[in-house]
T-cell receptor
């Protein structure tokens, strides 16, 4: 079974621009979560989508948004990029949102975003 | 909200020795605690997890213990090998997987 995939793997943008990242979950997984990983802040939860609906949200500004499509693929958008948005953005998928025995998340390789 | 602390931030051990990483959490409602290993330039990978109704879980050289009263859980790696060198993250969540909060990570170096 193919793992979680993310595109693009690397991205360079300038301040003020916007960016869209894509995540394709493992086949059969309907939940997709997004995380930001930086050396200073570690792994921080952005949001989680299940069945095209945002189920959980972390403490990030409204410039960070996401969506999920009917095939469970998810996109994350960051508008008005700031230098501090430079990070590795990871998505993770799992079979469902909350259910006994379905907690395990599988991470994608990440998209490394550099904002200049 | 939940806060997860992790210690130590760096750990160096000799090959063959044991390594212990400890995490504490603040939300008594947290009930699922996974551990992830992230090698340099790679994605985090789940290595072991534990639910709140279990005190200890073991998988070959890796074990996790949970003390709900003290709100801490620990990762134990025995007979360490150079390939165990990586950053290890603990996490806590409510409802067996809602809103994961990660610890800051521990960089483990296994010296040959």
């Amino acid at each position: 079974k193919a793992g979680v995939t993310q595109t693009p793997r690397y991205l360079i943008k300038t301040r003020g621009q916007q960016v869209t990242l894509s995540c394709s979950p493992i086949s059969g997984h309907r939940s997709v979560s997004w995380y930001q990983q930086t050396p200073g802040q570690g792994l921080q939860f952005l949001f989680e989508y299940f069945s095209e609906t945002q189920r959980n949200k972390g403490n990030f500004p409204g410039r960070f948004s996401g969506r999920q499509f009917s095939n469970s693929r998810s996109e994350m958008n960051v508008s008005t990029l700031e230098l501090g948005d430079s990070a590795l953005y990871l998505c993770a998928s799992r079979r469902t949102w909350t259910a006994w025995g379905q907690e395990t998340q599988y991470f994608g390789p990440g998209t490394r975003l550099l904002v200049l | 909200g939940e806060n997860v602390e992790q210690h130590p931030s760096t750990l160096s051990v000799q090959e063959g020795d044991s390594a212990v990483i400890k995490c504490t959490y603040s939300d008594s409602a947290s009930n699922y605690f996974p551990w992830y290993k992230q090698e340099l330039g790679k994605r985090p990978q789940l290595i072991i997890d534990i639910r709140s109704n279990v005190g200890e879980k073991k998988d070959q050289r890796i074990a996790v213990t949970l003390n709900k009263t003290a709100k801490h859980f620990s990762l134990h790696i025995t007979e360490t090998q150079p390939e165990d060198s990586a950053v290890y993250f603990c996490a806590a969540s409510r409802n067996y997987g809602q809103n994961f909060v990660f610890g800051p990570g521990t960089r483990l170096s296994v010296l040959p």
